[in-house]
């Protein structure tokens, strides 16, 4: 730094207005202990601010340093231009009064863009951070409404459960109804050349006509087939039932109404047949019971 750099720190330096960090500071300490000139300038300047303290008739302290400031700027421009380079009592003035003025302004300048820095920083902190309010407070929103899917979800899996496990525990308690019906009657049915190891049981209700045919061993239906239970009376054509599809296994529950010509029958019959169902069979016979 050059001597004309310390002239404009010491003046500010004198009004407890030096603006710098610690590098600044420990330049100027190393400058004043080299240069009696600029050590004794600065005591003058302290001395004047001082005097100007207590001849200033300021109702409070606080009220005091903004006057005292501008009394000593007051004091600086009104002194003569040659006097910046000629000693004033044993003190050398070589610094120039209006370059101090001006760095006190630039000194201020600085000061107010760093609270405008400040303020938009605070602004921008604010900013971000109800953004991340709401950022966080949608992503809640997100969760909750996930949570409520799946909740709801599984609300309706079990509502299902519940009405399968429901409709379960009717066909059972109409099976035991059905087997202990006072007019009820069984009907085994066996395989035919078709499905020599297939079976099945009808059981109905001569009074209500309510029947449950259960089979086994059925081979799997083609794509397109069903089979089809019949009602075979004497000298009278076959009466249709409703068609059915095994399981897997070969396994097959229908439940079926028998019409009132139908509980007469004397032979009970399934056949493949169209996946429609038929009112004549014409497909091959795989059940049949013996007459009765």
Same mark, same amino acid.
């Given at each position: 730094?050059?001597?004309?750099?310390?002239?404009?720190?010491?003046?500010?330096?004198?009004?407890?207005?030096?603006?710098?960090?610690?590098?600044?500071?420990?330049?100027?300490?190393?400058?004043?202990?080299?240069?009696?000139?600029?050590?004794?300038?600065?005591?003058?300047?302290?001395?004047?601010?001082?005097?100007?303290?207590?001849?200033?008739?300021?109702?409070?302290?606080?009220?005091?340093?903004?006057?005292?400031?501008?009394? &000593?700027?007051?004091? &600086?421009?009104?002194?003569?231009?040659?006097?910046?380079?000629?000693?004033?009592?044993?003190?050398?003035?070589?610094?120039?009064?209006?370059?101090?003025?001006?760095?006190?302004?630039?000194?201020?300048?600085?000061?107010?863009?760093?609270?405008?820095?400040?303020?938009?920083?605070?602004?921008?902190?604010?900013?971000?951070?109800?953004?991340?309010?709401?950022?966080?407070?949608?992503?809640?929103?997100?969760? !909750?409404?996930?949570?409520?899917?799946?909740?709801?979800?599984?609300?309706?899996?079990?509502?299902?459960? !519940?009405?399968?496990?429901?409709?379960?525990?009717?066909?059972?308690?109409?099976?035991?109804?059905?087997?202990?019906?006072?007019?009820?009657?069984?009907?085994?049915?066996?395989?035919?050349?078709?499905?020599?190891?297939?079976?099945?049981?009808?059981?109905?209700?001569?009074?209500?006509?309510?029947?449950?045919?259960?089979?086994?061993?059925?081979?799997?239906?083609?794509?397109?087939?069903?089979?089809?239970?019949?009602?075979?009376?004497?000298?009278?054509? @076959?009466? @249709?039932?409703?068609?059915?599809?095994?399981?897997?296994?070969?396994?097959?529950?229908?439940?079926?109404?028998?019409?009132?010509?139908?509980?007469?029958?004397?032979?009970?019959?399934?056949?493949?047949? @169209?996946?429609?169902?038929?009112?004549?069979?014409?497909?091959?016979?795989?059940?049949?019971?013996?007459?009765?």
């Amino acid at each position: 730094m050059k001597h004309e750099d310390y002239k404009e720190m010491i003046a500010l330096d004198a009004l407890d207005a030096l603006d710098g960090d610690e590098e600044q500071r420990r330049a100027l300490d190393a400058h004043l202990a080299a240069c009696a000139d600029c050590r004794a300038e600065l005591a003058a300047l302290r001395d004047a601010a001082a005097s100007l303290v207590y001849a200033a008739a300021t109702p409070s302290p606080e009220a005091a340093a903004p006057e005292l400031r501008a009394r &000593i700027l007051a004091a &600086i421009k009104s002194q003569p231009q040659d006097a910046r380079h000629a000693p004033t009592n044993g003190v050398a003035a070589t610094a120039s009064q209006t370059s101090n003025v001006s760095s006190f302004d630039e000194f201020e300048k600085r000061r107010e863009a760093r609270e405008i820095r400040v303020g938009r920083g605070l602004f921008m902190f604010g900013s971000l951070a109800a953004s991340i309010a709401v950022a966080a407070l949608l992503v809640t929103l997100a969760l !909750v409404w996930q949570r409520n899917n799946r909740l709801q979800t599984e609300l309706a899996r079990l509502s299902e459960t !519940v009405n399968q496990t429901q409709q379960e525990l009717a066909r059972t308690r109409a099976d035991r109804e059905l087997l202990a019906a006072p007019e009820a009657h069984t009907a085994t049915l066996a395989g035919t050349k078709m499905a020599e190891r297939a079976h099945a049981r009808l059981t109905f209700d001569a009074r209500t006509g309510r029947a449950m045919l259960m089979a086994a061993d059925l081979p799997p239906a083609p794509a397109g087939k069903a089979y089809q239970l019949w009602f075979i009376a004497e000298g009278k054509p @076959p009466m @249709p039932g409703r068609v059915f599809q095994p399981d897997a296994r070969g396994h097959a529950e229908m439940h079926e109404i028998i019409p009132p010509e139908g509980r007469t029958a004397a032979i009970f019959a399934v056949t493949l047949e @169209p996946a429609g169902g038929v009112s004549a069979p014409t497909g091959e016979m795989y059940l049949k019971s013996s007459a009765s």
